[in-house]
Structure formats: C-alpha cells, structure tokens
C-alpha cells in the first residue's frame, strides 16, 4: 500500500512539474511571439483513458488562469484547448468540477475558464458534454494510480 502510494505521489509530482515547466516556458514566449493562425491540434491521448495527458493540452493555458489581468489567451491556449475539445471534451469536467485545480494547485475560475474557451478562443464545447458535467455524469478519471503490487 505504501508503495503504491508513493507512486501515486511520484506521478502526481512529476505531472505538476511538467506543467509549471511548461507553463513558465509559455510565459517567457508570451511578449515576444508573433500571432500565429489559430488551428486545432489534437490532445495527446492517454493509453490508459485518462484525462491527464489531454490536460496536458492546457499548460500554455496556465498563465492566463495565474494572472487576472491577462485579457488574451497565452500561445497555444487555444489550440491545445481545441485539441481537448476535440478528442476528449468530457476531460473539460475536470475543469468545471475543480479536480484539475486540486490536482496541480493552480486556481482555475470556471468564469475566466469559460470566458477563454468560448470569447478568446472562438471554441464551443458539446452542449452534451456540459450537461454531463453539471450532472455529474461520468468522466474519465483524471489519471490512475498503479495497483499496489503483491
């Protein structure tokens, strides 16, 4: 059990890392970028039908959710948010439901969250989807930690 545990803990420390590398990488970029189209690359998917690595999507996201005053998405927001809404919109309950927020200790307002899918990146989740999430519904887990072993 306590190495199960342990490895739950790994995983979860080791995915918050990537984010904040990942995050801290798009802020740097931020000021000095060029526009770029907009275009919609598909999430990584998870071999295990997690959530984690279509979540992943959002790390250029991250600024944006850090700084109130930022009023324009970050580069490759929008893609990687197209990305999740494209292969696995159900993963945007995790949002809504704060698991992620929990998950990598950054706050995500549903209301700045909504405001950068659908005014800053044009994006529409499925109505279906929402639903689900406002009920409850079933989503894939965020991640998984591995079976303690014999």
Do not use: W
């Amino acid at each position: 059990m306590a190495s199960s545990n342990k490895a739950c803990t790994a995983v979860l420390l080791l995915l918050l890392a990537l984010v904040i590398a990942t995050a801290a990488d798009a802020s740097k970029n931020i000021a000095s970028s060029e526009p770029v189209p907009k275009k919609i690359v598909p999430a990584r998917q998870d071999a295990s039908a997690t959530c984690v690595g279509s979540l992943l999507a959002l790390s250029p996201c991250l600024a944006f959710f850090e700084d109130a005053g930022m009023s324009e998405a970050p580069q490759g927001c929008c893609e990687g948010l197209g990305g999740i809404i494209q292969d696995q919109a159900a993963c945007l309950c995790h949002i809504v439901n704060h698991t992620l927020e929990r998950a990598i200790g950054v706050d995500i307002p549903d209301d700045r969250a909504f405001s950068l899918i659908g005014d800053l990146c044009g994006l529409s989740p499925p109505q279906d989807v929402m639903d689900t999430c406002a009920n409850g519904g079933e989503v894939p887990p965020l991640y998984v930690c591995p079976a303690p072993s014999a």
